[in-house]
């Protein structure tokens, strides 16, 4: 039940921009609004996954365990969106373009490290490789993290001079990682 | 002289009572501003109703300096601005300035001229007849739009206060009002903004003091009641809500150029072989466009402005 409703909630996005973008609802500048809003669902999603094990830890509720695939595998469907709405909207797939954009601009070359590191994380997301795996598994998704830190660098990097929305992420980012450490939450449990 | 320090217009005069009641709104948005942290923030994409009436301009000469291109609309062109004294989002000058009316208005004129003081709107604009220019303007964020304004030559206006020698550049300044500007309680900028220009840009025919646009008075997000429009230069240089005219001996310090030097100059003019850092400036979007299409040199402007930057090196002085 839970599991069907955060699964149906966490496509709502992802409906409400196609139905944006079927009604021509997307605004003076429908390009950047898709890329804007893609990117920062995957940054939420890719939080929100992170958040799961600490908020579990806290409150002693473990239910929400059980959906932390499902919602990293959410948030690489839409870094996957975001990524192919850049390639093929923003850029028109023209390559040259891309390539110059890897090079020279470090959020762009930031954010595409960060796919990279997300691919492998969701090609593994199954049972089957999670048992061929074995300990190799535990070690790999460990690079969720650094897609955390990744995805929150290529936001701070990419606004002009108003760090207020990026900087609210990385605070996010940093407490959750903060809530993972043992001497912190059994300090915050004790109370 | 009553150049400076003499306020003879409260801010509080400027506003109206459409503002104070949008006070509140916008009060209950800056909860909305930090919610937008994880909310979804197409949810404040709406629009704002429009309460003020903006008055017509009939009569309006026609000049050869418009371009044909398709107009941009005017929703689109009045609801995605940027204008961070009122938020650095896309929509928040329309959200919150749109309701916003400026009623009584001076412009102080300063520096090395013959008739400084402090003019009101309708001293600045009663001398000159209006025309409507058809200009693209380029952002430096590479999108783009195409508008029909209103307004005269700045260099009709800038001969009335007769510069002297000493005058080699022109300062603008912009109002600061955090009561009415809201995104001036941030430091995103340092306030006021500030722009400027050569005399020889400044007193280019191109460079238009805008009161209009569409055919109607300027919407308050649009840099009401009185703005320049630079159409070679990037977005930035056409300055809003002008209240400080000075001529000054050096190049004056600008806020785009002081907030991060590296990435914008004092030229800014649109240039699609210098890049941006964060921005190839080789293509451009017109609003309403889902395509791109290439970026001129000057905007398309060069057989009227290359000559000003005759021998410079474009790339340093960009
Ligand atoms: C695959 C490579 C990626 C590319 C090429 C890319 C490209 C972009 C571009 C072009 C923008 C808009 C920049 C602007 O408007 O100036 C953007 C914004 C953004 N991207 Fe990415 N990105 C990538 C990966 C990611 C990933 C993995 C995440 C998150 C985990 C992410 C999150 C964001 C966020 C949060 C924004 C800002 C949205 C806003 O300003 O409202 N991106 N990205």
Redesign the interface.
Known sequence: MLKVAIFLLSLT?AG?LAW?TLNDQL???????LTH?SG?WAL?LLLITLAITPLCTLSGWHAPRRLRRMLGLYAFFYALLHLLIYLI?DR?LYFA?IW??II??P?ITVGFATFLLLLPLAITSNNYMMKRMGRAWKTLHQLVYLCGLGGVLHYM??V???L??PG??LF?FLLLMLLRFKPFTTLIRRR | MLIKNSPDIKPSEITNESHYLNRRSLLQSAGFMAGGLLLPSFFGHQKAEASVTLESYPNLKASHFSTDEKITTYDNATSYCNFYEFGTGKSDPSQYASKVKPKKWAVTVAGACDKPGQYTLEDILKPHALEERIYRLRCVETWSMVVPWVGFPLVDLLKRFQPNSRAKYVRFETLHDPDLMPGQNRNTLDWPYVEGLHIDEATNPLALVTIGMYGKELPMQNGAPIRLVIPWKYGFKSIKSIVKIEFVEKQPKTSWNLSAPREYGFYANVNPTVSHPRWSQSKERRLGAWGKQKTLPFNGYADQVAHLYKGMDLKKYF
Request: aromatic share 12%.
């Open positions: 996005p409400w944006l605004g003076a500048n429908p390009v950047e609004m809003q920062l939420r909207l028109g373009d110059e954009d020279e601009r959020y990097w990419l002009k001079a108003d207020l929305n609210g992420y996010i």
